[in-house]
C-alpha cells in the first residue's frame, strides 16, 4: 500500500516550452503533497506543498508563477513549470502525506531543457 | 530554526562489516525523524522512524536507529552490510510544531559497500 506514481519519469523539451507533471497517490487519499526539487548528488529541496482545493504554500525563493502547482483531487497533484529554462534541469519528486507522520515519495521525474 | 545535519558526505564499508551513518538534528520541542534510502533515479524509500517510545527503532532491510536526545543524534546502523546497502541515505526531521508536516532532509550520506 501507500503508492505514489509520476508521470513522466522523464522528459526532455526545448526552452520555452512548458512541462507538465502529475503526482498521483494511486491507493490512498492524500490532503497533502510535496513537491521537492534534487540537483545531482544533492539533498532534495521543498518547494512547495499542495493542498487538496486550495493554492500551494512555496518556499521561500520559489518563483510560483514559473512552478504552477494544482491540487484537483485528493489523489493528483500536478507540477507545470512555465517557460522551462536550462537551468530548470532538475529530478523532481513529489511526496503524499498519509496521516500525520508517513510521507510516501514518488519515484521522480527528470527534466532536461534544451 | 529546524535542521539535520549528516556530517559525512560518503561512507566506505567492506561487506559484512556493520555501518554507521551519522544524523544530528536541531529542532524545536520533541522531534519526529526519519531515515530515507535513495538509489540513483529513483525516488526515496522510507526505512525508518522515530516518534516516541523505545529509543532503538528497527526497520527495513535490516536496518535500525538509535535515537539520543541527549546528543540530538538519530544514527542509522546495520550490523552486516551488504553490497545491494549502496546508496544515497537521508536523515530527516520535522518538529511536531512543524506547520504542514514539511520534512527537512540533511544534505546525505551516500554509503558505498565493497565486496
Known amino acids: 500500500g501507500a503508492v505514489v506514481s509520476q508521470h513522466p519519469s522523464w522528459v526532455i523539451c526545448k526552452s520555452g516550452t512548458s512541462v507538465k507533471i502529475e503526482c498521483r497517490s494511486l491507493?490512498?487519499?492524500?490532503?497533502?503533497m510535496f513537491w521537492y526539487r534534487q540537483f545531482p548528488k544533492q539533498s532534495l529541496m521543498l518547494m512547495a506543498t499542495s493542498n487538496e482545493g486550495s493554492k500551494a504554500t512555496y518556499e521561500q525563493g520559489v518563483e510560483k508563477d514559473k512552478f504552477l502547482i494544482n491540487h484537483a483531487s485528493l489523489t493528483l497533484s500536478t507540477l507545470t513549470v512555465t517557460s522551462a529554462h536550462p537551468e530548470d534541469s532538475s529530478f523532481y519528486i513529489c511526496?503524499?502525506?498519509?496521516?500525520?507522520?508517513?510521507?510516501?515519495f514518488g519515484p521522480g521525474t527528470r527534466l532536461t531543457v534544451t | 530554526a529546524q535542521s539535520v545535519a549528516q556530517p559525512e558526505d560518503q561512507v566506505n564499508v567492506a561487506e559484512g562489516n556493520p555501518l554507521t551513518v551519522k544524523c544530528t538534528y536541531s529542532?524545536?520541542?520533541?522531534?519526529?525523524l526519519f531515515w530515507y534510502v535513495q538509489y540513483p533515479n529513483r525516488g526515496l524509500q522510507f526505512l525508518l522512524k522515530y516518534i516516541t517510545g523505545d529509543n532503538l527503532v528497527k526497520g527495513s532491510y535490516g536496518f535500525e536507529a538509535e535515537f539520543n536526545k541527549s546528543q540530538t543524534s538519530f544514527h542509522l546502523k546495520k550490523p552486516s552490510a551488504l553490497v545491494s546497502d549502496s546508496a544515497l541515505y537521508f536523515c530527516a526531521v520535522r518538529g511536531i510544531y512543524n506547520q504542514g508536516g514539511k520534512l527537512i532532509f540533511g544534505q546525505g550520506t551516500e554509503l558505498s559497500v565493497k565486496p
Open positions: 511526496s503524499a502525506g498519509l496521516g500525520r507522520d508517513e510521507q510516501y
Open positions: 529542532v524545536s520541542g520533541n522531534p519526529y
Open positions: 491507493d490512498f487519499q492524500a490532503t497533502t
